[in-house]
T-cell receptor, first 115, second 112 residues
Framework: DTGVSQNPRHKITKRGQNVTFRCDPI?????LYWYRQTLGQGPEFLTY????????KSRLLSDRFSAERPKGSFSTLEIQRTEQGDSAMYLC?????????????FGAGSRLTVL | EDQVTQSPEALRLQEGESSSLNCSYT??????LFWYRQDPGKGPEFLFT???AGEEKEKERLKATLTKKESFLHITAPKPEDSATYLC?????????????FGRGTSLIVHP
């Protein structure tokens, strides 16, 4: 297994454009998380899935953001009508579903720059 | 709501100069406390999970400890390759949630 894969690694876009990021988790992991990280800050939770079900979304998450995980495999995160404040590193992580503390395995991230 | 505060924000050490990083947390029941290492431009890499007060875990020059209110990451005789941002995260028991909450991290630079 090659770990968690994220594409593209870098995306530069103009304000108002739509962007989509893809995450391929570790194959046996059934939980998938999206976090956002800006410079000097820790990862901020956006949303997570267990299998194909989206179980929780951050209350801070704008309705311009949408995530899917069809068939419980890869996931996509789409940002519509991008704003400069959306510039950040978007991190995907996956884990096994357990009743205890679940260790997240992160991908390398997708860096978004909105001009 | 789970909260994590890390200190200091940044730490500069000379090679071989031991020190500790602090993580203070607030949760309504602890499912687990995590330490991750993050190198520039990369995703966080898992180091340790601690579950209950008094627990300790070690890996090479790193040792993590846990009390009911805080965790420490002790770095013994650090080397330049230990330079990174160290992130602390907690996962609480409230509402059946399985979402780790992260602190801002401590940026560690070790000079040769």
């Amino acid at each position: 297994d090659t770990g968690v894969s994220q594409n593209p690694r870098h995306k530069i876009t103009k304000r108002g454009q739509n962007v989509t990021f893809r995450c391929d988790p570790i194959s046996e992991h059934n939980r998938l998380y999206w976090y956002r990280q800006t410079l000097g800050q820790g990862p901020e939770f956006l949303t997570y899935f267990q299998n194909e079900a989206q179980l929780e979304k951050s209350r801070l998450l704008s309705d311009r953001f949408s995530a899917e995980r069809p068939k419980g495999s890869f996931s996509t995160l789409e940002i519509q009508r991008t704003e400069q404040g959306d510039s950040a590193m978007y991190l995907c992580a996956s884990s096994l579903a357990t009743t205890g503390a679940n260790v997240l395995t992160f991908g390398a991230g997708s860096r978004l720059t909105v001009l | 709501e789970d909260q994590v505060t890390q200190s200091p924000e940044a730490l500069r050490l000379q090679e071989g100069e031991s020190s500790s990083l602090n993580c203070s947390y607030t949760v309504s029941g602890l499912r687990g406390l995590f330490w991750y290492r993050q190198d520039p431009g990369k995703g966080p890499e898992f180091l340790f999970t601690l579950y209950s007060a008094g627990e300790e875990k070690e890996k090479e020059r790193l040792k993590a400890t846990l009390t009911k209110k805080e965790s420490f990451l002790h770095i013994t005789a650090p080397k330049p390759e230990d330079s990174a941002t160290y992130l602390c995260a907690v996962q609480g028991l409230s509402g059946g949630s399985y979402i780790p909450t992260f602190g801002r991290g401590t940026s560690l630079i070790v000079h040769p």
